[in-house]
C-alpha cells in the first residue's frame, strides 16, 4: 500500500482478494501511453492495493460512454471529452484527475520519403484524419492553421474511416497522407508503405493530449482508492523518465506481443525525444486554457467551463510529494 492513501479490501468490488477491482478504460492501446504500462508491468497498481482491468474502448467517444454508463471506473482518452460531457449537462460531471501527456502522440505519413517536408506540401492533398471533435483531429487542423493553411478549403480530410482502421486503408490506396498513432507508423514503414514527414507532437507544441478521468461522484466516494491510483501512475510516469528505451521496451514489452522488442524501444525513443510525458500528472489551468482555445479554434465549443469544474490537482499534486 502506498504511503498516505488506503484501499478497502472489504468492498464488493474486490477481486480474487488481491485487491479492490479498478475498471480502467484507455482510448486506444499505444507505446505513446507507456508510463501508464509501466506501472502495470511494474506491479506499482498491485502494490496500491487495486486489481486493475484495463479496457481498450478505441475511441474518446466510446470510453467516456463507458465511464458514464458506469461500465469503467476510470476513463483515460482526450480531455476534450469531458468539456463536451459538461457542456451537454452531464448529471455527475466526468473530471479530470491526472495528466499523462503533454504532446500529440501522432505523424504525418507520406507514400514516399520527403527530405524537405513543408506542411504546404498537403494543399490539394487528401489526407485520412480523425474524428471530428476528436484531439487527434483538432490538434492536426491546429497545426495546419498555425501554418496557413485551411483545413476546409486548401485539402482534403477524410473522417470517415474509423479510428484504428485509418493504416490499413492507407495500405490499401486510399489517400496521399495519413495521420496515425504508433506503432502504426513504424508498422507502415517497415513495411515500406508510408514514411513519417512530420511529428505533430513537434509541431503543435504542449497540449494536454490524454488524461485520467473519473464521474465526480466515483472520485469523492473513492478518494483514497483514486489517490493510491495515482501515485502508482506517478511512479511509472518516474520510471519512464529515469530509464533508456531499451529498459522500458522490455518492461512494457508484454502489453505489446506482436511488437518486437527492438521496435517497441525505437518507438519509445521517438517519443522520448520530443519530450512526450511529463514529469508528474498536474493538470494545470494554463494547460486547460490551451485545451479550451484549440477547441473554440475548431468550432467545437458551446461555452468555456471553470477550470474548477472539470479539473482537480489534488491527487496529483499529492503523488508529486512522494
Excluded at 187 to 199: I, R
Aim: aromatic share 10%.
Amino acid at each position: 500500500m502506498l504511503a498516505g492513501c488506503t484501499v478497502s479490501k472489504e468492498k464488493d468490488a474486490v477481486s480474487n482478494g488481491e485487491g479492490e477491482k479498478v475498471v480502467l478504460n484507455e482510448v486506444a492501446h499505444s507505446i505513446f501511453y507507456a508510463p501508464m504500462y509501466a506501472a502495470i508491468e511494474n506491479g506499482y497498481f498491485k502494490d496500491s492495493g487495486i486489481d486493475l482491468e484495463l479496457v481498450t474502448g478505441f475511441g474518446a467517444d466510446k470510453t467516456m460512454t463507458a465511464v458514464i454508463s458506469g461500465e469503467a471506473d476510470i476513463g483515460f482518452m482526450g480531455p476534450e471529452t469531458t468539456v463536451y460531457a459538461y457542456n451537454e449537462g452531464s448529471a455527475d460531471v466526468v473530471k479530470n484527475f491526472a495528466q499523462l501527456t503533454q504532446r500529440a502522440g501522432n505523424f504525418l505519413i507520406a507514400r514516399e520519403q520527403v527530405e524537405n517536408f513543408s506542411w504546404s506540401d498537403l494543399k490539394g492533398k487528401t489526407v485520412l484524419g480523425g474524428r471530428a471533435g476528436g484531439m487527434p483531429e483538432m490538434v492536426f487542423e491546429f497545426v495546419l492553421k498555425k501554418n496557413n493553411i485551411n483545413p476546409a478549403a486548401d485539402l482534403t480530410i477524410n473522417q470517415n474511416i474509423d479510428f484504428g482502421s485509418t493504416a490499413a486503408a492507407f495500405s490499401g490506396g486510399q489517400g496521399d497522407y495519413t495521420v496515425e498513432f504508433e506503432p502504426s507508423a513504424t508498422a507502415l514503414e517497415s513495411e515500406g508503405a508510408g514514411f513519417v514527414v512530420a511529428s505533430l507532437g513537434v509541431d503543435s507544441g504542449y497540449v494536454p493530449y490524454t488524461a485520467f478521468s473519473a464521474k465526480e461522484s466515483y472520485i469523492n466516494e473513492n478518494s483514497d482508492l483514486i489517490c493510491a491510483f495515482t501515485s502508482a501512475l506517478q511512479k511509472g510516469m518516474e520510471y519512464v523518465n529515469s530509464h533508456d528505451s531499451t529498459e522500458i521496451a522490455k518492461v512494457i514489452a508484454p502489453q505489446f506481443p506482436d511488437t518486437d522488442e527492438s521496435v517497441i524501444a525505437a518507438i519509445v525513443e521517438r517519443y522520448h525525444a520530443q519530450d512526450t510525458w511529463k514529469t508528474d500528472l498536474i493538470f494545470t489551468e494554463d494547460a486547460y486554457t490551451l485545451l479550451l482555445d484549440i477547441l473554440e479554434e475548431a468550432g467545437q465549443l458551446s461555452d468555456r467551463p471553470a477550470y474548477e469544474d472539470l479539473i482537480t490537482t489534488e491527487f496529483a499534486n499529492k503523488a508529486a510529494k512522494k
